[in-house]
């Protein structure tokens, strides 16, 4: 059974520019949440996808965007990137059955430095 | 709106000493709890979940939680600290059914021979 995997592992980025994060999910997970772990700091919840469908939303602006393929994968965009979006972004998968979800899995993250 | 505080960012013990890591949580329902670890540079590794089951809720490596609805508490503990025990912790409440997670802080444990 392959687990959840993110790519890249690390990325540099320039302030103002645009950067899309990657993750596939563990096999039979339907449900993708992404979230940000900023240095020192609990991680904190950006959004979740089911069905190819935003299903929640944390307090990011909309410059947080994603997408869940029909494999569901996700792809996390960050447009019009600022010094504070430096953090370890995390991504989880689960199975969301009826209105059930259950416990999630995490990948390893990818470390995304903005100068 | 539900929380969760860890008390204490940082927890030092020695080899063999019992490990404690405190969680409280606020939810105005019944509550899913989860206890994570997180190694250098690593992902988050599930080490055991609440489910409104057993209130004492064994994981893996040795970890163990008791849930206590009375104190709102869900602290994390091992009989004896392993060198490989140090690494941060977090606890963490299920919010909705999104299967959303609210995070603590962490905790830093430190286990020195």
């Known amino acids: 059974e392959t687990g959840v995997t993110q790519s890249p592992t690390h990325l540099i980025k320039t302030r103002g520019q645009q950067v899309t994060l990657r993750c596939s999910s563990q096999?039979?997970?339907?449900?993708v949440s992404w979230y940000q772990q900023a240095l020192g700091q609990g991680p904190q919840f950006i959004f979740q996808?089911?069905?190819?469908?935003?299903?929640g939303r944390g307090n990011f602006p909309p410059r947080f965007s994603g997408l869940q393929f029909p494999n569901y994968s996700s792809e996390l965009n960050v447009n019009a990137l600022e010094l504070d979006d430096s953090a370890l972004y995390l991504c989880a998968s689960s199975l969301s059955w009826g209105q059930e979800s259950y416990e999630q899995y995490f990948g390893p993250g990818t470390r995304l430095t903005v100068t | 709106a539900q929380s969760v505080t860890q008390l204490g960012s940082h927890v030092s013990v020695s080899e063999g000493a019992l490990v404690l890591l405190r969680c409280n949580y606020s939810?105005?329902?019944?509550?899913?709890l989860f206890w994570y670890v997180q190694y250098p540079n690593q992902g988050l590794q599930l080490l055991l979940k609440y489910t409104s089951a057993a209130t004492l809720v064994k994981g893996i490596n040795g970890f163990e939680a008791e849930f206590k609805k009375s104190e709102t508490s869900f602290h994390l503990t091992k009989p004896s600290a392993h060198m490989s025990d140090a690494a941060e912790y977090f606890c963490?409440?299920?919010?909705?059914?999104?299967?959303?997670?609210?995070f603590g802080q962490g905790t830093t444990l430190q286990v020195k021979p």
């Open positions: 096999s039979g997970h339907n449900t």
């Open positions: 963490a409440v299920r919010s909705g059914n999104t299967g959303k997670l609210i």
């Open positions: 939810s105005s329902v019944p509550p899913y």
């Open positions: 996808y089911y069905r190819e469908e935003e299903n």
